[in-house]
């Protein structure tokens, strides 16, 4: 079995996320990896066809999708805390690459990102002043 933990995993601008692994390198926002936080809270509980509680959409507050803390469990996970307190998402390995593969982003995507957030710095700025 192929080894599933990256090699290494960067932050190369505060709203993206990098990992390599031998055979693959992949980059995603951060907002997509909160938005597939596996755990029970945000995925919903049910057990056959009886559920305890509905999937919950990621509300778009400060903090959201700032990642604070990135820590590996063993050696088969790995745990993320966002800045707006949630942290009981935590990813196998196995979930960690299907989310890289999944929303891996293209040059253009990356592009319209930078230009999504500088905007949004500008927001941000502006509130401030006032
Ligand atoms: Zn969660």
């Known amino acids: 079995m192929a080894k599933l933990n990256p090699k290494s995993i960067k932050r ?3 709203y993206l996320l990098e990992a390599e692994w031998n055979d693959f390198k992949g980059v995603i926002s951060l907002e997509n990896l909160r938005k597939d936080c ?3 809270e945000c995925t919903g509980e049910s057990i056959g066809n009886i559920v305890y509680s ?6 778009n507050e400060p903090g959201a999708f700032d990642l604070v803390n990135l820590k590996p469990i063993g050696n088969y996970a790995i ?3 966002w800045a707006n307190g949630h942290q009981t998402g935590i990813y196998t390995w196995e979930k960690f690459r299907l989310i890289f593969e999944k929303y891996n982003l293209d040059e ?3 592009m319209e990102l930078a230009e999504k957030n500088k905007k949004n ?3 941000i700025q502006l ?3 006032k």
């Open 38 to 40: 596996p755990c029970a």
């Open 12 to 14: 190369p601008l505060p």
């Open 127 to 129: 509130s401030v002043l």
């Open 79 to 81: 745990a993320a805390a």
């Open 121 to 123: 710095a500008k927001k």
């Open 108 to 110: 253009n995507s990356l």
């Open 54 to 59: 509905r999937p919950k959409e990621v509300k």
